[in-house]
């Protein structure tokens, strides 16, 4: 089916979330770790992107809305953060602090998961993900389209198993067990179909 | 191993960005195609992020390197471009439009991929791709920190095959072939472990 802007523009609401949402492609699967006035807080998102490796810098994007908004007012008194991968072995504990819980309470405990402290860093890991990282906040605007927020991160510690980092520094976060979300709600395994060769003319 | 900031700068080039590119998590794997002065263009891109569903707005973040160039270019001179998931059937020809052509070359004919038109869209989609989308260009902004360019589009025109759009709108990519990436150079499919409800506290 094509569907143009008009039709775009009738969809009922929850269905064009579902599908705006499932269009965008495989999404990264993370837990953002956070510490503030109401303690330890937990979210998943999937709104991870690279923005560079040196200085090793990530952004995320937020959406204005409430289940969120502790994490936003955690990172932005703090300045720090966690991005922890979601593993297949908790993938449904990890979806389940979506839930809109009150400030105090921490999404560790009511999920399940465990936090883990990595020497002074001021925000939780996950204890149960494989690979984690901390973040240092460098950046936060609110988009002036349609007032979500972009928050840019440099990652100042990765945590990382010896066994998952190949020669050439690559992590095969397929084999480390990694997820990765499609739409709203759909949680999938990667199989790896191929490593490819650094691209050339002629190739 | 846990590599802090100073350890992270003390990375090879080279290993570093390998290293740094594995950490994001799962990445979508979209052909970026534009029209400009040398012709059709095609840019395998992993950066595409869901900014909102209404408006419908994704944004791609954009290295300020060569090879993507004539993409950004043709992005701001025509102010369109597609978005076509790449299918595991040619996820090879895909990840080959890296290769830094010369901007008359269309990556279309140097890879084995065919330039598809909708209605007078002025932008190429992949006439192989199962889920297409057509987008203008709302904004450009080169980000400070880096110098990255992170460009926000509309989607005005989603080209997507009826038997993957399920009744509350959701569209399952995972069984309509799109793959995702992970680092640099890694294709998976994805094998779909559960669909979650709506979370909710106590759920």
Same mark, same amino acid.
């Given at each position: 089916?094509? @569907?143009?802007?008009?039709? *775009?523009?009738?969809? #009922?609401? +929850?269905?064009?979330?579902?599908?705006?949402?499932?269009? $965008? !492609? /495989?999404?990264?699967?993370?837990?953002?770790?956070?510490?503030?006035?109401?303690?330890?807080?937990?979210?998943?998102?999937?709104?991870?992107?690279?923005?560079?490796?040196?200085?090793? @810098?990530?952004?995320?994007v *937020?959406r204005p809305? #409430?289940? +969120?908004?502790?994490?936003?007012?955690?990172?932005?008194? $703090? !300045? /720090?953060?966690?991005?922890?991968?979601?593993?297949?072995?908790?993938?449904?504990?990890?979806?389940?602090?979506?839930?809109?819980?009150?400030?105090?309470?921490?999404?560790?405990?009511?999920?399940?998961?465990?936090?883990?402290?990595?020497?002074?860093?001021?925000?939780?890991?996950?204890?149960?993900?494989?690979?984690?990282?901390?973040?240092?906040?460098?950046?936060?605007?609110r988009l002036a389209i349609n007032g979500t927020?972009?928050?840019?991160?440099?990652?100042?510690?990765?945590?990382?198993?010896?066994?998952?980092?190949?020669?050439?520094?690559?992590?095969?976060?397929?084999?480390?067990?990694?997820?990765?979300?499609?739409?709203?709600?759909?949680?999938?395994?990667?199989?790896?179909?191929?490593?490819?060769?650094?691209?050339?003319?002629?190739?």
């Amino acid at each position: 089916m094509i @569907l143009d802007s008009d039709d *775009l523009d009738r969809l #009922e609401q +929850r269905y064009r979330a579902a599908f705006a949402n499932s269009l $965008t !492609g /495989f999404k990264p699967a993370n837990l953002v770790g956070t510490h503030g006035a109401g303690g330890d807080n937990l979210a998943i998102m999937s709104s991870a992107v690279h923005l560079g490796s040196s200085p090793f @810098l990530l952004a995320l994007v *937020l959406r204005p809305d #409430e289940a +969120r908004q502790h994490t936003l007012e955690n990172i932005r008194e $703090t !300045g /720090f953060y966690t991005l922890n991968h979601v593993h297949e072995s908790f993938f449904r504990a990890a979806h389940q602090t979506a839930a809109r819980y009150p400030r105090e309470v921490s999404e560790f405990a009511a999920v399940g998961l465990t936090a883990h402290r990595v020497g002074d860093f001021p925000a939780p890991f996950v204890a149960q993900a494989r690979v984690r990282m901390g973040l240092a906040l460098r950046e936060h605007q609110r988009l002036a389209i349609n007032g979500t927020h972009l928050l840019i991160g440099e990652v100042v510690l990765v945590d990382v198993p010896d066994d998952a980092v190949e020669d050439d520094g690559s992590v095969d976060i397929a084999a480390a067990g990694t997820v990765t979300i499609s739409g709203l709600d759909r949680y999938h395994r990667a199989e790896t179909l191929d490593r490819l060769p650094y691209a050339k003319p002629g190739g």
